[in-house]
């Protein structure tokens, strides 16, 4: 793995950056999946799989339909393409419009110099643009695809418990001490490597909700999401567990709009460290097995689209106990 791994928040350089790796190499594309060794991958396959249960988190193209931001529609068509032998079929979407991984190139942040724009290791707009250059592609995860301990943090159930109404699809904060807590509660020892889950329940709003309504969210210039807190401790959080990678069923994993813009989750995270962000994966299924077996880590697979020049890509994740 390119660079020694800072222990500490507080052992980096740079706070807002870590970029160890040659521009346009493999571990650079890797990012903070570098941490998921064979070793790593090993250990969680031995520990995490025990009873052979398993469930895809993978949450239907069509159903974030219409999507907000703009965005395509999802479109599935089926045609022969032998008459009267064989039929093909055709998908056009978004792999934002679903569940998905933020690759690399998906977000940018203002670089050293504090003003211009770039993304994960200095890279430009222009480089990303060229058809050519495949830097920083999702294709160089799904090289070796992402695999795992998994953590499941089940945010929605315990405020269900506490009488807490939480709606996806408005600014609801979940604080980090909330996460610590529910940790604690579930015994849940955050180690090296841990693909973090967070669960607020986007399926369950979006299930509720009429055609007019999700009209409505669509059409929004600026919509709101429920997510994690921005903040320092949350940064720092982060990078001491040294996770491999977060996901949630959020639409945006961090609150949203930002309410502390300076601490932005997608900058630092993404095209700061590296670090793949999960979007509206379903955690429903997932939560209700982890209830079952009263344990809320197990084994994670996801195979992300090899597309060499790719921004983001469904997971194609599947978790197993």
């Known amino acids: 793995m390119s660079g020694t791994l800072p222990e500490r928040f507080d052992d980096l350089p740079d706070k807002r950056r870590f970029w160890p790796a040659p521009p346009g190499s493999q571990d650079e594309g890797l990012g903070m999946l570098r941490i998921l060794t064979p070793d790593v991958v090993a250990d969680a396959a031995r520990t995490q799989i025990q009873t052979g249960e398993r469930v895809c988190l993978n949450w239907g193209l069509e159903e974030l339909n219409p999507p907000g931001f703009g965005r395509k529609r999802f479109e599935h068509r089926i045609k022969w393409v032998a008459p009267d032998n064989a039929f093909d079929d055709e998908y056009h979407f978004n792999p934002q419009q679903s569940s998905q991984w933020d690759g690399l190139r998906h977000h940018n942040a203002p670089g050293p110099d504090g003003q211009t ?119 720092r959080f982060m990078w001491d567990n040294h996770f ?34 999960g979007e509206m994966f379903d955690l429903e299924e997932l939560a209700g097995i982890c209830k079952t077996l009263g344990r809320w880590t197990f084994f994670v697979s996801s195979s992300p689209l090899n597309c060499a020049n790719g921004v983001s890509s469904p997971p194609n994740c599947m978790a197993i106990f």
């Open 117 to 235: 724009k770039v993304f994960y290791g200095g890279t430009t707009p222009e480089e990303i643009q060229d058809t050519s250059n495949s830097r920083i592609g999702i294709g160089h995860w799904a090289k070796k695809g992402i695999a795992g301990r998994g953590v499941l943090i089940d945010y929605l159930s315990w405020a269900e418990k506490k009488g807490i109404t939480v709606n996806a699809l408005e600014q609801h904060t979940v604080s980090l001490d909330d996460a610590l807590t529910i940790a604690r509660e579930c015994n849940i020892n955050f180690q090296k490597g841990d693909i973090f889950f967070l669960r607020v329940g986007l399926t369950k709003t979006w299930e509720k909700m009429n055609d007019d309504e999700k009209m409505t969210y669509s059409l929004q210039r600026t919509p709101k999401h429920a997510g994690l807190e921005q903040s320092e401790r949350v940064l």
């Open 244 to 277: 491999a990678a977060v996901a949630s069923d959020a639409i945006s994993f961090e609150v949203f709009p930002p309410l502390q813009p300076e601490f932005d989750l997608h900058h630092h995270l993404l095209a700061g460290w590296g670090l793949p962000i």
